[in-house]
């Protein structure tokens, strides 16, 4: 039988345009925060998210390069990848791996250096490489025929998403680790930032950055040894999707992520008006509104309407990027998801400061893999 887990620390480096630092140094740098936060000195595993070490830094086998940064040689060491969503499942495989019992404590880190090269080709290896990339295909194209299809089926203004992004830029502000705290996003700035590939404007896709999270796992029962307040991870789900968005019967239901939120809500036991706040992947605008469809807060067509009426707010019904999200916090990609974990954790014990969710017990943090062909949920509560 598996045991229950828990988040027993968080590390997280301020995201930034560019680290000077080699990556193997930020990783290390995140593994040993969270561990300083957990009190602990030693772990017996540690797994490691990242999607564009190959291209950008010509470096493989993460995993012990890290660990031994960290001073963790000899322990067991992974890299772990799912494209976008690497940093979810370098979480997931620490909590599998704490659950099981193989490990009593485990280190779940992501790590980044997107400014290092070209991302843009680089990130659209997670797309079909004969039917996508060969017609010219990469990930904003994608997000962008979701968007416009959206907008077209039900026949929304070209500036119905706006709010996603200006939501997400007021919760920024109040994040000393979100890269972009000092920038303000009126709608009028979303509605006329640049054009990058129509429709999808600047406002609309999250940045390019460094950055680097950590966090510690250990058994539930256990948990208080290392903090006072200990976050749990009540369910770890992972569902898929036609790879080729083309092939799927309804590229905007995103089932992926419909189906691995089902699977953690039955898991955790935990009804959906359970959630207090929601940390979507919101690498483009129109992802984070799909998602919010297809777990359910809005209806289909609706997802835009829900953040013009800012329930997507800190005091609305289901406030999403608490802290910033992909859009103002930035998304270095193997990172994000070990951010969102840090930052739920921050919320469930009541220290997200002036970003703090009222009365928050119950986070729920979804990511994307490529254009949702994976969907990676995880639902947290607290003590």
Known sequence: MLRKTSIVGIGQLPVRRSYPNHLRELGARAVRLAMQDADVEEVDAIFVGNMLSDELQNQKHLGPLIAGE????????????????????????????????????????????????????????????????????????????????????????????????????????????????????????????????????????????????????APREEARAYTSMPVHILASSVATDHFLVDDRPDPLALEASHLSSQKAFRIANVNR?????????????????????????????????????????????????????????????GATALYQAGEIVLQLTGRAGKNQVKNAEIGLLQSVGGPASTVITHIFGGD
Not at 153 to 164: E, I, K
Not at 293 to 307: K, L, N, T, Y
Not at 310 to 331: F, Q, S, V
């Open 70 to 217: 960290a001073g963790l040689t000899g322990v067991e060491a992974l890299g772990v990848r799912a494209a976008s969503a690497s940093g979810a499942a370098a979480l997931r495989m620490a909590n599998l791996a704490v659950a099981s019992g193989e490990a009593d404590l485990a280190v779940a880190v992501g790590v980044e250096k997107m400014s290092e090269g070209v991302a843009t080709p680089a990130l659209a290896k997670a797309l079909d490489s004969r039917k996508e990339v060969a017609r010219g295909a990469n990930m904003i194209t994608r997000n962008a025929d979701l968007m416009r299809l959206y907008l077209d089926r039900y026949s929304a203004p070209d500036d119905a998403l706006v709010n996603f992004a200006v939501n997400a830029h007021r919760n920024a502000k109040h994040n000393p680790n979100a890269l972009f705290r000092t920038m303000s996003a009126s709608p009028r700035k979303v509605r006329n930032s640049r054009m990058i590939y129509d429709p999808i404007r600047l406002f609309d896709a999250s940045p390019i950055c460094d950055g680097a999270a950590a966090v510690v796992l």
């Open 273 to 333: 008006e359970d959630v207090d706040f929601f940390e979507v992947h919101d690498a483009f605008s129109i992802m984070a509104c799909l998602m919010l469809e297809s777990v359910g807060f809005a209806e289909p067509g609706q997802g835009w309407r829900f953040a013009e009426e800012k329930k997507i707010w800190l005091k609305g019904e289901i406030p999403i990027a608490t802290m910033g999200g992909l859009k103002a916090r930035g998304h270095p990609i």
